[in-house]
């Protein structure tokens, strides 16, 4: 069974600062895709960035930026220049592309990083 | 706008009661998703839909059925088997089984 893990149940940082969140997942697959998914108070899920284990290339969105190790099946996201706005619980998420076990092709979700961004 | 609305936003339900929690979406989108979330947790997958009259089992279905009788719509019944039904619910849909799934704003069910 894959299994995501984020050991950082809270962090908190001043604003403009770069906070990092940590991510680590487990699987047997050589193709599937990672997400970070940011919660603020108002509780909708809102889809920060997705990489896809194919490509060796970091996504990046903005101010947000994945460090993808494979190898070590890690997904951390760089917050860059962190803003009010980024208060929030993040996700991280996992997907596989399956096979013929159709089931495997649903996301998978840590339990969550609350983050707060300090004025 | 396009997007995926979910009514009502606070739910109540009396004990033994069945309820259902509609999501609707105009995204075109041919897969459909229920999530639960507990405080302090992630999401875990109730049931999910890859196209119309079809769906499947997530990894915590006991307590809650779903129909799908047309693309847009995926309503989810929360049975009087359900013991613990209080919880957040989140709907998602998709392009497909493979592809980013988008989430709508939720509803609060709460057992009076």
């Known amino acids: 069974a894959q299994t995501v893990t984020q050991s950082q149940p809270e962090m908190s940082v001043q604003e403009a600062e770069t906070v990092t969140l940590s991510c680590t997942y487990d699987?047997?697959?050589?193709?599937?895709?990672l997400f970070w998914y940011k919660q603020p108070p108002s509780r909708q899920m809102i889809l920060v960035i997705r990489q896809e284990a194919y490509k060796q290339q970091n996504a990046t969105e903005n101010r947000f930026s994945v460090n993808f190790q494979k190898a070590a099946k890690s997904f951390s996201l760089k917050i860059s220049d962190s803003q009010l706005g980024d208060t929030a619980m993040y996700f991280c998420?996992?997907?596989?592309?399956?096979?013929?076990?159709?089931?495997?092709?649903?996301?998978?979700f840590g339990q969550g990083t609350r983050l707060t961004i300090n004025p | 706008d396009g997007g995926i609305t979910q009514s009502p936003k606070y739910l109540f339900r009396k004990e033994g009661q069945n309820v259902t929690l509609s999501c609707e979406q105009n995204l075109n989108h041919d897969a459909m998703y229920w999530y639960r979330q507990d405080p302090g947790q992630g999401l875990r997958l109730i049931y999910y839909s890859q196209i119309v009259n079809d769906f499947q089992k997530g990894d915590i279905a006991e307590g809650y059925s779903v129909s799908r009788e047309k693309k847009e719509s995926f309503p989810l019944t929360v049975t009087s088997a359900q013991k613990n039904p209080t919880a957040f619910y989140l709907c998602?849909?998709?392009?497909?089984?493979?592809?980013?799934?988008?989430f709508g704003p939720g509803t609060r069910l709460l057992v009076l």
């Open positions: 998420a996992f997907m596989t592309t399956g096979g013929q076990d159709q089931g495997a092709q649903k996301l998978v």
């Open positions: 998602a849909s998709s392009r497909g089984l493979l592809r980013t799934q988008y």
């Open positions: 699987t047997s697959e050589s193709n599937y895709y």
